[in-house]
């Protein structure tokens, strides 16, 4: 079930929200309870018997803190197990010309990758070590149905918290604006500049692309996943707000960053932090030789790709941003200079891979923005039939975006009913699209 869905805005969160507060919301032993099982049903509709995956990695989890049974190797590869299953098995049944089990093939278990690491963090995590989780309460700390499909990645911490801490007013506020926010950003931005990337998907032959068509393919998917990632994790975090959780950001304006480094501290961080934390700091980060330390990063990328998937586009998006990374720190890159504007325009170009359906794709995309001979470029007067009003008042959204504003919006009860009203009448006149982050 999507968080952007008509069944669960107008039935499964009302009804959810409206039996929490008259039955649920004093006790924290019946707030853990209650959040446990909706989750429980919630991630049930949703995937069905997949349920037991989750189950699975909470009671592993549970057995591993109490018994220790396993070495931290062997664990963290048994919790890795279904990810491995349903993401990256194909490969090994297409290598040997084997057919793919029907319960694998195209039914890869949304948020399995999230739960999946906020697992391993939890048992790595320190904090954890303050007090003794009961299995239930990991499955509920795992299964939390607001982030369960796609992070952000919390803490044990951040999740005691919230189970020990009713909602309050501004917490109520928020959680009506933070919503809001991520069902236009979803619905109106994110939506908008897919139908751009829809039409290229249905393309076949895009060998005589020009400058005008790549453009657009690069501007748009630059924005469209920025809003609906960014919108889904306002979404996330907005309904956490009215269970009296905080869940962490994960975006902080990426595209004002002024090198490749300060991008992944403002893009998906919970998930950067992660692959900090587990990969590159426990293969020795920066503290050692100047060569294992390009290794440690080189690694890390090729994890962050292989994470979002196998094909060689995500390889390479990862191999670029390894590269340019690597080419920051051998030329000291933020002692020399530092500059929004090109480290926008290679984050944008970056983006090809991830996006184009091959290799051939990425670079006749490319290719493209050295080619100023429109008339043979059959894809633009398709795109340029999208390019109505919505896709103008989008593109304002998307300049604004990259301003930087010296005051910070505090909602009220009207400011944030005000912007829901006006979130509710788009969402009631669009379709539902799925988020680009539930394929990972």
Same mark, same amino acid.
């Given at each position: 079930m999507?968080?952007t869905?008509?069944?669960?805005?107008?039935?499964f969160?009302?009804i959810?929200?409206?039996?929490?507060?008259?039955?649920?919301?004093?006790?924290?032993?019946?707030?853990?309870?209650?959040?446990?099982?909706?989750s429980?049903?919630?991630?049930?509709?949703?995937? &069905?018997?997949?349920?037991?995956?989750l189950?699975?990695?909470a009671?592993?989890?549970?057995?591993?803190?109490?018994?220790?049974?396993?070495?931290?190797?062997?664990f963290?590869?048994?919790?890795?197990?279904p990810?491995?299953?349903?993401? =990256?098995?194909?490969?090994?049944y297409?290598?040997? #010309?084997?057919?793919?089990?029907?319960?694998? /093939?195209? /039914?890869?278990?949304?948020?399995?990758? $999230?739960?999946?690491?906020?697992?391993?963090?939890?048992?790595f995590?320190? #904090?954890? !070590?303050q007090?003794?989780?009961?299995?239930?309460?990991i499955?509920?700390?795992?299964?939390?149905?607001? +982030?369960?499909?796609a &992070?952000?990645?919390?803490?044990?911490?951040?999740?005691?918290?919230?189970?020990?801490?009713?909602?309050?007013?501004?917490?109520?506020? +928020?959680?009506?604006?933070?919503?809001?926010?991520?069902?236009?950003?979803? =619905?109106? !931005?994110?939506?908008?500049?897919?139908?751009?990337?829809?039409?290229?998907?249905?393309?076949?032959?895009?060998?005589?692309?020009?400058?005008?068509?790549?453009?657009?393919?690069i501007?748009?998917?630059?924005?469209?996943?920025?809003?609906?990632?960014?919108?889904?994790?306002?979404?996330?975090?907005?309904? &956490?707000?009215?269970? &009296?959780?905080?869940?962490?950001? /994960?975006?902080n304006r990426?595209? !004002?960053?002024?090198?490749?480094q300060?991008?992944w +501290?403002?893009?998906?961080?919970?998930?950067?932090?992660? $692959?900090?934390?587990?990969?590159?700091?426990?293969?020795?980060?920066?503290?050692i030789? #100047?060569?294992?330390?390009?290794?440690?990063?080189?690694?890390?990328?090729?994890?962050t790709?292989?994470?979002?998937?196998?094909? !060689?586009?995500f390889?390479?998006?990862g191999?670029?941003?390894?590269?340019?990374?690597?080419?920051?720190?051998?030329?000291?890159?933020?002692?020399?200079?530092?500059?929004? *504007?090109?480290?926008?325009l290679?984050?944008?170009?970056?983006?090809?891979?991830?996006?184009?359906?091959?290799?051939?794709?990425?670079?006749?995309?490319?290719?493209?923005?050295?080619?100023?001979?429109?008339?043979?470029?059959?894809?633009?007067?398709?795109?340029?039939? #999208?390019?109505?009003?919505?896709?103008? *008042?989008?593109?304002?959204?998307?300049?604004?975006?990259?301003?930087?504003?010296?005051?910070?919006?505090?909602?009220?009860?009207?400011?944030? $009913?005000?912007?829901?009203?006006?979130?509710?009448?788009?969402v009631?006149?669009?379709?539902?699209?799925?988020?680009? =982050? $539930?394929?990972?």
């Open positions: 999507l968080l869905s008509y069944p669960f805005l107008f039935f969160f009302p959810t929200l409206f039996f929490y507060y008259l039955l649920f919301e004093k006790n924290k032993n019946l707030k853990l309870i209650f959040l446990g099982i909706v429980a049903y919630f991630y049930f509709l949703d995937n &069905g018997e997949l349920l037991v995956i189950i699975f990695l009671i592993l989890t549970k057995l591993q803190v109490e018994k220790n049974i396993f070495n931290n190797f062997i963290t590869f048994l919790l890795l197990t990810l491995f299953v349903f993401k =990256y098995s194909y490969i090994i297409s290598l040997f #010309n084997l057919k793919i089990p029907e319960m694998i /093939n195209n /039914n890869f278990p949304v948020g399995l990758s $999230f739960f999946t690491f906020q697992a391993i963090a939890y048992y995590d320190k #904090n954890r !070590l007090s003794n989780e009961s299995g239930f309460e499955f509920t700390f795992l299964a939390f149905f607001p +982030q369960l499909l &992070g952000p990645i919390v803490n044990i911490k951040t999740f005691r918290t919230g189970i020990n801490k009713p909602a309050s007013n501004d917490d109520i506020i +928020q959680g009506i604006y933070r919503t809001s926010i991520g069902l236009l950003k979803k =619905y109106f !931005l994110a939506d908008t500049l897919a139908e751009i990337i829809l039409i290229y998907n249905n393309y076949q032959d895009i060998s005589n692309i020009s400058f005008m068509s790549s453009f657009l393919l501007f748009s998917y630059t924005f469209q996943i920025y809003f609906d990632f960014s919108g889904y994790c306002d979404i996330a975090i907005g309904l &956490g707000k009215f269970f &009296g959780f905080t869940l962490p950001e /994960n975006f990426p595209y !004002l960053a002024k090198s490749f300060e991008f +501290q403002r893009w998906h961080i919970t998930l950067s932090t992660f $692959f900090k934390q587990y990969v590159y700091i426990r293969l020795g980060g920066n503290r030789s #100047n060569f294992k330390t390009y290794r440690n990063l080189w690694i890390t990328f090729f994890c790709a292989l994470w979002h998937g196998s094909s !060689l586009t390889l390479l998006w191999f670029i941003h390894g590269f340019i990374m690597t080419v920051e720190k051998v030329i000291n890159f933020h002692k020399l200079f530092s500059n929004r *504007v090109i480290t926008m290679l984050i944008s170009l970056s983006w090809v891979p991830f996006f184009a359906k091959t290799i051939g794709d990425t670079l006749y995309i490319y290719k493209g923005l050295m080619n100023y001979n429109f008339q043979n470029d059959t894809l633009l007067p398709l795109l340029f039939q #999208n390019l109505d009003f919505r896709f103008i *008042v989008v593109v304002l959204c998307c300049i604004i975006s990259l301003k930087r504003f010296q005051f910070e919006f505090k909602p009220t009860y009207l400011s944030s $009913f005000t912007i829901f009203f006006i979130a509710l009448i788009v009631l006149s669009s379709s539902v699209d799925p988020f680009i =982050y $539930f394929k990972f």
